[in-house]
């Protein structure tokens, strides 16, 4: 059974870099199968896809997002991690890490339980 | 600007039967945009219930099922429990640069 934990500041100032890492456990993220991903959601909002990182075949980001994003791994500790510079209002989200199915198309089958994150002075 | 359509808000009775819509922007609704649904009650992460149209998962409850009718996904909900009240979520694969799209949700109220 995958799972995954968020973590990371619950307060980021403006103009400032928003950092989260994701903890997995009970799977590798070295395995090369699966795409991890983060997602996530405005208060009281839907949901939008904000990344996703393949190991052995790069990541995806979402265009509005692109040039502020970085998603990374860490195989040693068996994290993921989102960096998202200059950071506004507009990111204050609840974020989520996900990890996809096993077939194609089955998209973010395990969620982490989510951390706020809030932007503000 | 590619869009995913959902309705906003939806009242079933318990014991009911409802289906919530999911279409794009850019058309029809195919299998290839291998249509997902999730479900998120309050204060809780989402939970996927099917992906690829509907192949379910194993959580997921008999009564739920998904399919693709007049251009859009669909997931219709049989003999509503009042547990089944929640956000839907549908989401959609477009590939290139944008890989997902989400839909807006769908507040589902039992009443």
């Known amino acids: 059974q995958v799972q995954l934990q968020e973590s990371g500041p619950g307060l980021v100032k403006p103009s400032q870099t928003l950092s989260l890492t994701c903890t997995v456990s009970g799977g590798s993220i070295s395995s090369g199968y699966y795409y991890w991903s983060w997602i996530r959601q405005h208060p009281g909002k839907g949901l939008e896809w904000v990344g996703s990182f393949y190991y052995s075949g790069g990541s995806y980001y979402n265009p509005s997002l692109q040039s502020r994003l970085t998603i990374s791994a860490d195989t040693s500790k068996n994290q993921f991690s989102l960096r998202l510079s200059s950071v506004s209002a507009a990111d204050t989200a609840v974020y989520y890490c996900?990890?996809?199915?096993?077939?194609?198309?089955?998209?973010?089958?395990?969620w982490g339980q989510g951390t706020l994150v809030t932007v503000s002075s | 600007q590619t869009v995913v359509t959902q309705e906003p808000s939806l009242t079933v009775s318990p014991g009911g039967t409802v289906t919530l819509t999911c279409a794009s922007s850019?058309?029809?609704?195919?299998?290839?945009?291998?249509p997902n649904w999730f479900q998120q009650k309050p204060g809780q992460a989402p939970r996927a219930l099917f992906y690829?149209?509907?192949n379910k998962h194993v959580w997921t409850p008999a009564r739920f099922s998904g399919s693709l009718l007049g251009g859009k996904a669909t997931l219709t909900l049989s003999g509503v429990q009042p547990e089944d009240e929640a956000d839907y979520f549908c989401l959609l694969y477009y590939g290139g640069a944008q890989r997902v799209l989400f839909g807006g949700g769908t507040k589902l109220t039992v009443l």
């Open positions: 996900t990890r996809d199915g096993f077939d194609y198309g089955d998209y973010f089958y395990y």
């Open positions: 850019t058309g029809a609704v195919t299998s290839g945009y291998y």
């Open positions: 690829s149209t509907n």
